[in-house]
């Protein structure tokens, strides 16, 4: 890496929802880079966290807690990560918990459809291709997809099949990222919009977005995200000052899923400072 700067990676993804590594994996992957901390970020589940914090305190260094929550947010998708609340009867839990039923629901009626479409993946293989039902999700389908050569690869099944506006789309309950930022205040927790530019916002509209999101309780935005260019890493942290948020990052490792991706690494050239965790951990209630 370019710096002697301790590093972190506060967005990560194990085979608990949508990665392809076991979650004992991230924090072995994350001191290889030299991450003083990993953050573990499954979607809508923190079933990963006593292996990878196990193992990460074997290895000595820290495994942050966390999720990834899919929002609904003007009409389109934005996803939230919040971080330090793991224990279960918190408001958040008790919502993961609700999402995760929800996503059970939606991948049975994803069964149904690609029948229709005389697609060959059942159920059955969708939850054998996850680590169970409620971590099974749409990339799981897209490898059942890609084994019985109804696509190419995992990014042309979600083009040609499941991406939105495709013939096997199915939207899932959305939560907004306002109730999101809430329950997690009320678990001890802090909330950061993830890859900003992903809301396909022009600027002055993303920094009134921002502006919303700040006024709700985030406590920061993901400016050093792997795939942005450094000067959007820049565009971005300049944003969360301009609001006062966190300037987070990380690599949104998800194994063989999306390739070319390292932990703490992200593409080779991503830095996120170690004291971005110091500063979201001021921020909690």
Known sequence: MGSDRPVIDLHTHSACSDGTDPPERIPELAAAAGCSAVALTDHDTF???????TRAAMLGIRLVPGCEVSCRYRGASAHVLVYFADEPGTPLAEEL???????????????????????????????A???????????????????????????DAFDRWLGE???????????????????????????????????????????????????????GIEAHYARYSPEERAELAALATR???VATGGS????????????????????????ALAALEARRQ
């Not at 079933?47 to 914090?53: E, K, V, Y």
């Not at 809430?182 to 502006?211: C, I, K």
Request: hydrophobic share 40%; aromatic share 4%.
């Open 252 to 275: 949104d490792y998800h194994g063989s899923v999306k390739s070319g991706l390292e932990v703490g690494r992200g593409e080779g050239d991503l830095e996120v400072p170690d004291d």
């Open 129 to 155: 291709e996850a680590a169970g039902e409620e971590s099974a999700g749409r990339p799981h389908v897209a490898a059942v997809l890609v084994r019985h050569g109804a696509a190419e690869s995992i990014p």
């Open 243 to 245: 609001h006062d948020l």
């Open 47 to 53: 079933a990963g966290l006593p292996a990878a914090t």
């Open 165 to 219: 506006g495709r013939p096997a789309y199915l939207p899932k309950s959305r939560v907004t990222p306002e109730e999101i930022a809430n329950v997690a205040r009320a678990s001890g927790a802090v909330a950061v919009l993830a890859h900003p530019f992903a809301l396909g916002l022009e600027p002055r509209e993303l920094d009134t977005a921002v502006a919303e999101l700040a006024a709700s309780g985030f406590a």
């Open 97 to 127: 918990a609700r999402l995760r039923d929800d996503r059970i629901s939606r991948n049975r009626r994803l069964a149904a459809r690609l029948a229709e479409l005389g697609l060959p993946a059942t159920y059955d293989e969708i939850v």
